[in-house]
């Protein structure tokens, strides 16, 4: 045989496209060309795949070889096709059966001696694969990711003499499997910790039960960090679902995926020199941002009014849609990006406006202009707005030790699964349609509604968010409908600048 079709993924954002790896060996001047638009790191593969095949044992045909990546419009990066071409070439030169390799896609980066290095991506490349029904060969290092997939059959190899036995049925391998449980990384801090601040807590608890936006305002050292980073702590678990695309979207960023984090709800805090492309993704090979990172989970924007607005507004548009398109010279890509926002800033550049004590000097002028780095539309997507004030010493030392986590949690779950019951989602996704039937206002609470909507001037979004939160407060208080108690509640944490 003198040509050879190998199956093998490219990545373009969180989807690996099928790429036909065709290798066709034919007379002529020693030469090894790719072609089907590929990028400086696959241009490089021949160099890797020659030394690799030599120094494995095999022969490196000295004929003209031509590896067409196919479809050629599909740009291609990275080593992973190191070991489809390998691969390729052995068929090709008949060293290698054809039948196993016939029910295989692979993907790998070849170092020189021949062992396989891990690639970025492997969950959603295994994902694909099974969607095919082929089974997977690709490096041991990263096959435990890969396996998180149960759906996909995943084998890893270490290197490419291994790959050669498996397919010669020479050997057999053992199917990956994804990891233990007892493995997984606990990192929550906890509630127990935070004195006093049960205002802040509540909308904590709210916050998490129904995926909701929070901010915090106040004084410097009252807490707000402090609170915000105990809330993946309380959070409810992730479906399986939602879990593989969070783990996909962080196995295709450089940081790659730690399957300890496995199911865990990500907290992402970036800091606030954080530029627009690190905080929505981005390069000319896309890759994801922040927000994108923070998908299932929280986005902690700590000291928010230090964060440039050009940076805050491109946030708008992710926190509707749930989801962030990258449009690039060469490549487009679609990122996930369904995040729960919760952020925290002072009220002024002091730190002390609006506290008793007067200890804040600055002028209205100064003070409106730091708030006016927050746009109407970003504030309007925040259903919770909360103070978290500066508290007295002595009554701090007397109060009760606040909740554990623990405590919180469970109530946060029960609030939760109720909602996943009712609509399949949290409160915080209930479309407008969905709230008229999960979440009706009884008279009482319409009157209330339309005489807050008049006075605050509240949009027709704003009702919506404040009918979603007020459904979260019935949830806890674990009532099937909402009553004008719950609805006044949620009005109490709405911005009324
Ligand atoms: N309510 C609290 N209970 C227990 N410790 C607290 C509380 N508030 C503040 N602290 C202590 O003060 C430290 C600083 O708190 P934190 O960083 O949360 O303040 P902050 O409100 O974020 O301030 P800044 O506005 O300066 O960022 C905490 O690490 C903790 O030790
Ligand atoms: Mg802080």
């Given at each position: 045989?003198?040509?050879?079709?190998?199956?093998?993924?490219?990545?373009?954002?969180?989807?690996?496209?099928?790429?036909?790896?065709?290798?066709?060996?034919?007379?002529?001047?020693?030469?090894?060309?790719?072609?089907?638009?590929?990028?400086?790191?696959?241009?490089?593969?021949?160099?890797?795949?020659?030394?690799?095949?030599?120094?494995?044992?095999?022969?490196?045909?000295?004929?003209?070889?031509?590896?067409?990546?196919?479809?050629?419009?599909?740009?291609?990066?990275?080593?992973?096709?190191?070991?489809?071409?390998?691969?390729?070439?052995?068929?090709?030169?008949?060293?290698?059966?054809?039948?196993?390799?016939?029910?295989?896609?692979?993907?790998?980066?070849?170092?020189?001696?021949?062992?396989?290095?891990?690639?970025?991506?492997?969950?959603?490349?295994?994902?694909?694969?099974?969607?095919?029904?082929?089974?997977?060969?690709?490096?041991?290092?990263?096959?435990?990711?890969?396996?998180?997939?149960?759906?996909?059959?995943?084998?890893?190899?270490?290197?490419?003499?291994?790959?050669?036995?498996?397919?010669?049925?020479?050997?057999?391998?053992?199917?990956?499997?994804?990891?233990?449980q007892e493995e997984r990384l606990e990192t929550a801090l906890d509630l127990r910790d935070v004195q006093g601040q049960f205002q802040a807590r509540r909308a904590l608890e709210l916050a998490a039960a129904g995926g909701h936006n929070l901010l915090m305002v106040g004084p410097p050292g009252s807490g707000k960090s402090m609170l915000a980073q105990r809330l993946a702590g309380i959070l409810p678990p992730l479906d399986l679902k939602t879990a593989l695309e969070v783990a996909a979207v962080h196995s295709v960023s450089r940081?790659?995926?730690?399957?300890?984090?496995?199911?865990?709800?990500?907290?992402?805090?970036?800091?606030?020199?954080?530029?627009?492309?690190?905080?929505?993704?981005?390069?000319?090979?896309?890759?994801?941002?922040?927000?994108?990172?923070?998908?299932?989970?929280?986005?902690?924007?700590?000291?928010?009014?230090?964060?440039?607005?050009?940076?805050?507004?491109?946030?708008?548009?992710?926190?509707?849609?749930?989801?962030?398109?990258?449009?690039?010279?060469?490549?487009?890509?679609?990122?996930?990006?369904?995040?729960?926002?919760?952020?925290?800033?002072?009220?002024?550049?002091?730190?002390?406006?609006?506290?008793?004590?007067?200890?804040?000097?600055?002028?209205?002028?100064?003070?409106?202009?730091?708030?006016?780095?927050?746009?109407?539309?970003?504030?309007?997507?925040?259903?919770?707005?909360?103070?978290?004030?500066?508290?007295?010493?002595?009554?701090?030392?007397?109060?009760?030790?606040?909740?554990?986590?623990?405590?919180?949690?469970?109530?946060?779950?029960?609030?939760?699964?109720?909602?996943?019951?009712?609509?399949?989602?949290?409160?915080?996704?209930?479309?407008?349609?969905?709230?008229?039937?999960?979440?009706?206002?009884?008279?009482?609470?319409?009157?209330?509604?339309?005489?807050?909507?008049?006075?605050?001037?509240?949009?027709?979004?704003?009702?919506?968010?404040?009918?979603?939160?007020?459904?979260?407060?019935?949830?806890?208080?674990?009532?099937?409908?909402?009553?004008?108690?719950?609805?006044?509640?949620?009005?109490?944490?709405?911005?009324?600048?």
């Amino acid at each position: 045989m003198t040509l050879a079709r190998v199956r093998a993924r490219a990545l373009n954002g969180v989807t690996a496209t099928l790429v036909d790896v065709e290798v066709d060996i034919s007379g002529g001047l020693p030469a090894c060309h790719i072609v089907g638009l590929p990028e400086t790191a696959v241009k490089e593969s021949r160099d890797r795949v020659r030394s690799a095949i030599i120094n494995a044992g095999f022969e490196f045909p000295q004929r003209r070889i031509t590896i067409n990546l196919a479809p050629a419009d599909l740009p291609k990066d990275g080593g992973r096709f190191d070991l489809p071409i390998a691969v390729g070439i052995l068929l090709a030169t008949e060293q290698l059966p054809v039948q196993v390799a016939a029910t295989c896609e692979f993907a790998g980066e070849l170092s020189l001696d021949g062992s396989l290095r891990p690639i970025s991506g492997a969950l959603p490349t295994a994902s694909a694969c099974a969607k095919s029904g082929f089974t997977l060969v690709l490096p041991a290092d990263c096959a435990a990711e890969a396996a998180l997939d149960q759906s996909c059959s995943v084998f890893g190899v270490n290197d490419l003499s291994e790959v050669v036995r498996f397919l010669r049925e020479e050997i057999k391998l053992r199917p990956a499997v994804a990891v233990a449980q007892e493995e997984r990384l606990e990192t929550a801090l906890d509630l127990r910790d935070v004195q006093g601040q049960f205002q802040a807590r509540r909308a904590l608890e709210l916050a998490a039960a129904g995926g909701h936006n929070l901010l915090m305002v106040g004084p410097p050292g009252s807490g707000k960090s402090m609170l915000a980073q105990r809330l993946a702590g309380i959070l409810p678990p992730l479906d399986l679902k939602t879990a593989l695309e969070v783990a996909a979207v962080h196995s295709v960023s450089r940081g790659g995926f730690d399957s300890r984090f496995w199911q865990q709800r990500p907290f992402q805090a970036p800091h606030h020199t954080a530029s627009g492309v690190a905080l929505v993704g981005g390069g000319s090979n896309p890759r994801p941002g922040e927000i994108s990172l923070a998908h299932g989970g929280v986005l902690f924007l700590d000291e928010l009014a230090e964060f440039p607005r050009s940076v805050l507004d491109v946030l708008r548009e992710p926190l509707e849609n749930g989801e962030i398109h990258i449009s690039r010279a060469a490549r487009q890509a679609c990122f996930p990006a369904r995040f729960q926002l919760v952020a925290a800033m002072n009220p002024c550049p002091c730190g002390y406006h609006g506290e008793s004590s007067g200890q804040c000097n600055c002028s209205l002028e100064l003070i409106n202009r730091y708030q006016s780095r927050l746009s109407g539309p970003l504030l309007d997507r925040i259903d919770l707005h909360i103070a978290v004030p500066w508290q007295d010493y002595q009554s701090l030392k007397k109060s009760e030790p606040g909740e554990a986590s623990a405590d919180v949690r469970e109530r946060v779950v029960r609030a939760r699964d109720l909602q996943l019951e009712r609509g399949g989602c949290s409160n915080s996704a209930l479309s407008g349609q969905a709230l008229q039937k999960f979440a009706r206002l009884n008279a009482e609470c319409d009157a209330l509604m339309s005489k807050a909507a008049n006075q605050l001037r509240l949009s027709l979004r704003s009702c919506h968010r404040l009918q979603r939160v007020a459904r979260t407060v019935a949830d806890l208080a674990q009532s099937k409908s909402v009553e004008v108690s719950h609805l006044a509640e949620a009005l109490g944490y709405r911005r009324t600048r």
